[in-house]
C-alpha cells in the first residue's frame, strides 16, 4: 500500500511519536500522510506502528524483536526512508531503516557485533548524524550517506572514552554543531563538515575547564545556546559561525549563573526562562543582542515561577507557569510585559496545566486537571472564555493522561 511515496518525517510530539508526510513521486499534488510511533498490541511487545488516519489503516509495521520489545525511537527521515534506533534480542539495540513496509523495514548496520551499538541523536541535513558506540571507542559521533558502508564513525574525538551523549546537535551554516569532550579541553562546542579533519573543536569557551554548551537553537543567521566561560556561570550565548565571533549575549545574572533553558523561537524573538539573580526562574527575551535580551516579567514575585512547554498560538507565545498563587497554569504572552498573562485558572485548588501540546486550526491542544475530570484533553484558542475542556475521554478523577500529540491528515 505504501509503495511509490516518498516518506517525509516530522518530529511533532513526545517521544516515539513522529509525523510523515507521505509523497507519490509521479503525482507531485498528491500528498498523503503517515504516523510512524511505538506501541505495544499486547501480544507483540513495543514495536513500530504505522497509521494514515485510519482505523484500517493503523498497524504494526514490523515485529522487529520477536523474543521481547523491539522498543523503537527517534524516528528521522532521511533521504526517503526513516532510521531509528530499536533492539533485537540476537544483535542488540542498533540502527534500523524502515521505507515504510514491512520488507523495508531491518537493520540498517550492526554498529556493534559484540553488544549494541545503541545510536542515538540523530540529525538529518547533507548526511545523517547520530552518536552510537562500537564496543571499541564508546560514544562518538556516526554519519551516514544512505548506504551501510557509507556509515561509519565520524572521528574519535576522544580516544580514551566517549566524547558526545547525543544532545543539542543542530545543522547550522550546512555544518554540524554539538558538544564534545576530547578528554583534555573539557566539554565544549565541536564543528563538523562531514569529514574527519573537518571535525574540530569551534571554540574552547572554558579554557579553565568545560563550558557544557547546550540547548542549541538556530536563529536567523546565530546559533543561541547557554554556555559557561568559567568566569560568568551558565549565561546566553551566540556565534555567527566563526570563533571570533562566538560570545556571550549578555551576562543575565552577574552574580552567578542565570541556568537558561527552554529556549524557543516565536515571532522573530528567542523566549527562554532565566534567573538574574533577582527575580528567579521568569521568562525572558532576546533578539540575539545584549540590549534586546530583556525579563518579559517576574510572573512569580515570590519565587519562581518555572516557565516550561514553550509554544506558539496564533503569532504569540504560550507557556505553563505558576505564579506563586495560582499554582502551574497556561500563560501567554506577545513579548511585552502587559500582554504576559494567565489565560485561566483551570484549577483554582492547585496547578491546572500539566502539558502543552500542538496548534492545530488556530488553538493549542494540551493536558489539564481541573480538580474535577483528571488529567483530560483541553484546548485553547488565545482567549480566557476561549480555553475549555475539550472532551472528558475517560470519566472519573484520573482522566484519560492524553499524550504524544501530532497532527495527522488534518
Known amino acids: 500500500m505504501m509503495k511509490g511515496i516518498t516518506l517525509c518525517l516530522v518530529v511533532t510530539a513526545a517521544v516515539f511519536m513522529f509525523t510523515a508526510c507521505s509523497q507519490n513521486s509521479s503525482e507531485s499534488d498528491n500528498v498523503m ?5 511505538q506501541a505495544d498490541d499486547g501480544e507483540h ?13 493503523t498497524y504494526m509495521l514490523k515485529d522487529i524483536n520477536p523474543a521481547g520489545d523491539g522498543r523503537p525511537s527517534g524516528f528521522t527521515f532521511f533521504q526517503d526512508r526513516i532510521y531509528f534506533y530499536a533492539r533485537n534480542d540476537s544483535t542488540g539495540a542498533e540502527l534500523y531503516t524502515s521505507d515504510g513496509t514491512a520488507d523495508g523495514t531491518y537493520m540498517f548496520k550492526d554498529i556493534n557485533p559484540s553488544g549494541s551499538g545503541s545510536p ?26 544512505g548506504t551501510e558502508e557509507g556509515t561509519y564513525m565520524l572521528k574519535d574525538i576522544n580516544p580514551s572514552g566517549s566524547s558526545v551523549e547525543g544532545e543539542d546537535a543542530v545543522i547550522f551554516n550546512n555544518m554540524l554543531y554539538f558538544y564534545a569532550d576530547n578528554d583534555i579541553d573539557g566539554a565544549e562546542l565541536w564543528v563538523s563538515d ?7 573543536m569551534f571554540k574552547d569557551i572554558n579554557p579553565s575547564g568545560a563550558s557544557y554548551p547546550q540547548h542549541l537553537t538556530v536563529f536567523g543567521d546565530r546559533l543561541l545556546f547557554r554556555a559557561n566561560d568559567g568566569t560568568h556561570g551558565y549565561e546566553l550565548w551566540a556565534t555567527d559561525g566563526t570563533p571570533e565571533r562566538t560570545e ?16 524557543f523561537e516565536c515571532n522573530g ?6 534567573d538574574d539573580g533577582t527575580h528567579g526562574d521568569e521568562l525572558w527575551a532576546t533578539d540575539g543582542t545584549s540590549g534586546g535580551t530583556y525579563l518579559i516579567k517576574d510572573i512569580n514575585p515570590s519565587g519562581d515561577s518555572y516557565v516550561s512547554n514553550l509554544r506558539t498560538l496564533n503569532n504569540k507565545l504560550v507557556f505553563s507557569a505558576n505564579d506563586g498563587i495560582h499554582g502551574r497554569e497556561l500563560w501567554i504572552s506577545d513579548g511585552s510585559t502587559s500582554g504576559t498573562y494567565m489565560l485561566k485558572d483551570i484549577n483554582p485548588s492547585g496547578s491546572g ?20 475530570y483528571g488529567d483530560e484533553l483541553w484546548a485553547s484558542d488565545g482567549t480566557a472564555d476561549g480555553t475549555e475542556l475539550f472532551k472528558d475521554i475517560c470519566p472519573g478523577e484520573y482522566g484519560s493522561k492524553p499524550k504524544a500529540f501530532t497532527v495527522l491528515n488534518d
Open 269 to 274: 524573538k528567542v523566549y527562554f526562562c532565566a
Open 194 to 200: 562531514g569529514t574527519d579533519e573537518g571535525t574540530v
Open 353 to 372: 496545566t500539566q502539558y502543552l501540546g500542538v496548534e492545530y486550526h488556530g488553538k493549542i491542544y494540551f493536558i489539564a486537571d481541573d480538580g474535577t
Open 45 to 57: 511487545g513495543f514495536e513500530p506502528w504505522i497509521s494514515d488516519g485510519t482505523e484500517e489503516g
Open 120 to 145: 542515538a541523536g540523530f540529525v538529518a541535513g547533507g548526511k545523517l548524524y547520530f552518536c552510537a558506540d562500537d564496543g571499541t571507542s564508546g560514544y562518538e559521533p556516526w554519519i551516514s550517506d
Open 33 to 37: 500522510e503517515y504516523m510512524i510511533f
Open 248 to 263: 556571550m549575549v549578555s551576562d543575565i545574572n552577574p552574580s552567578g549563573s542565570a541556568t537558561i533553558y527552554g529556549l
